[in-house]
């Protein structure tokens, strides 16, 4: 009886261990948000503040949203922030120089993301072409054509109706509502997944730690709100990523097509050898992330109110670092959508805090890639274990 105890004991352990390290990246935000908070006297933590950095964050999140499949799949795309200006570019110039409708313009900067992404999938499945080499290649081929396009120009101002994307705001009542929604939505995934694994028998967390988590949950959410709702509302860039957040976490965790993309990360051969069609699951999935870095182009040039051939200079290297801070591995096979919006709001975070402090932009830099190389020293060691 005593056996069982122990071993009962020992399940509650590591149940313990796993959901520790999975939230590693959450306690490492809310220790950065204390320390910003003391540093700056109470400023950092603040609705306004909070407001700005979540606003901020959407464009990184974005596309990191659209890096996360790529990265599980064992690929890399360096073309996102090439897309990304491309896309607003193609808006800029469809209705501030053209006067087109604003939904003609929107429309063909997405198909042009997806040509993109497609042409990436082309070369790097069906031409083997190393996905590092194929990206680099369109990064600069794409970033050429929209300088070449735009003959260096910035295009301002945009659409009215574009520019409500980056700085409108929602009603505070909605965004109670919406959390309301959110939390059964997220409550009835965490358990509907807890009453799966039970049924299956496979391992899951203790029912105490569960309830811990559903607690945490919905209070952190509501909590979310209110500071929200405190300064001017909900920003309508929060939606946009939330919208983008259901979708992948739904295709990626409860589709099949979601389970071949982190079968063929994890061990691609054995899934060749299963039948499952890799060439035509890497072309989607880069023309997915083709089409997410076209709707982050879109978002930035409504916040900056601009468009321009510089615009999204190295977003790719961020997207890539929100990805591995969240756990995403590079070798492919592993990593949860949620995970790429910590990293997102990490990065951030740090930028936003240090900004506050007045830091000079070369220090921003030293800290993210400092953060970045721990991330990945963690993953390695982690796996090693």
Request: net charge positive.
């Amino acid at each position: 009886m005593s056996d069982i105890n122990m071993a009962g004991a020992g399940s509650a352990k590591k149940s313990i261990k796993i959901d520790l390290r999975k939230y590693m990246m959450v306690m490492a935000l809310v220790i950065i948000w204390i320390v910003f908070t003391v540093l700056t006297r109470g400023s950092y933590f603040t609705p306004r503040n909070l407001t700005n950095l979540f606003r901020q964050a959407v464009f990184t999140a974005i596309l990191a949203t659209g890096m996360f499949p790529v990265i599980v799949l064992g690929q890399i795309d360096l073309t996102v922030g090439s897309i990304a200006a491309l896309a607003g570019g193609l808006v800029g110039m469809l209705t501030t120089w053209m006067g087109l409708p604003f939904w003609f313009a929107v429309a063909i900067a997405l198909i042009a993301g997806m040509a993109v992404g497609i042409w990436n999938g082309f070369w790097v499945a069906y031409r083997g072409v190393p996905a590092f080499i194929a990206t680099l290649s369109s990064m600069l081929v794409f970033r050429a054509v929209l300088l070449g396009m735009t003959d260096g120009i910035t295009i301002s101002p945009m659409p009215e109706i574009l520019k409500g994307l980056g700085a409108g705001f929602l009603s505070p009542v909605f965004g109670y509502v919406l959390a309301v929604l959110a939390c059964v939505v997220m409550l009835f995934i965490q358990w509907n997944g807890r009453s799966k694994k039970i049924k299956m028998n496979l391992p899951t967390s203790s029912l105490i730690i569960e309830i811990i988590k559903t607690i945490l949950t919905v209070g952190l959410l509501f909590g979310f709100m209110y500071m929200m709702a405190s300064y001017k509302g909900i920003p309508v860039a929060l939606m946009i990523i939330l919208i983008l957040f259901v979708i992948f976490q739904y295709v990626f965790s409860s589709t099949v097509f979601g389970r071949r993309i982190y079968a063929i990360g994890g061990n691609a051969n054995a899934c060749q050898l299963a039948g499952i069609n890799i060439k035509a699951s890497t072309m989607i999935v880069f023309a997915m992330n083709g089409v997410v870095a076209a709707i982050a182009g879109i978002f930035l040039s409504s916040r900056l109110n601009s468009a321009s051939s510089a615009a999204a200079s190295g977003a790719e290297l961020d997207a890539i670092a929100a990805c591995v801070i969240g756990g995403i591995s590079m070798l492919g096979g592993i990593g949860t959508i949620s995970g790429v919006m910590i990293g997102a709001l990490v990065i951030q975070s740090i930028q936003n805090g240090m900004s506050l402090l007045d830091t000079p932009s070369f220090w921003q830099n030293i800290v993210k890639g400092l953060v970045l190389l721990v991330a990945v020293w963690f993953d390695i060691s982690r796996k090693n274990k």
